[in-house]
Nanobody
Framework: QVQPVESGGQLVQAGGSLRLSCVAS????????MGWFRQAPGKEREFVAA????????NYADFAKGRFTISRDNAKNTVYLQMNSLKPEDTAAYYC???????????????????WGQGTQVTVSS
């Protein structure tokens, strides 16, 4: 199993950028697909981005396309979420998740993920 731990969230002004990191412990990290989800207070959890085990395939929510980039460095057991052109509506707790399936059939579905981090808060001021 792997244990994801997110970091990098902070307060940022609208239009700014942040890079979130997720370090996932475990020797089998390379076999896992990884995803980012977010949840704002009073709102449902929503999919942000996902990447398959090798990094050869990615998936993005519509709101993230063209602004966010997911990547991974298997040698470092780390997945990243680069967020540009941030908007106030991006404010949320961001969660990193790992799937034992290296290429989930529906990588945007939370049910595909087995291990979850504690979350890191991103706040975008207007």
């Amino acid at each position: 199993q792997v244990q994801p731990v997110e970091s990098g969230g902070q307060l940022v002004q609208a239009g700014g950028s942040l890079r979130l990191s997720c370090v996932a412990s475990g020797r089998t990290f390379i076999s896992h697909a990884m995803g980012w989800f977010r949840q704002a207070p009073g709102k449902e959890r929503e999919f942000v981005a996902a990447i398959n085990w090798s990094g050869s395939s990615t998936n993005y929510a519509d709101f993230a396309k063209g602004r966010f980039t997911i990547s991974r460095d298997n040698a470092k057991n780390t997945v990243y979420l680069q967020m540009n052109s941030l908007k106030p509506e991006d404010t949320a707790a961001y969660y990193c998740a790992a799937s034992r399936n290296g290429s989930p059939r529906d990588s945007s579905g939370f049910w595909e993920y087995d291990y979850w981090g504690q979350g890191t808060q991103v706040t975008v001021s207007s």
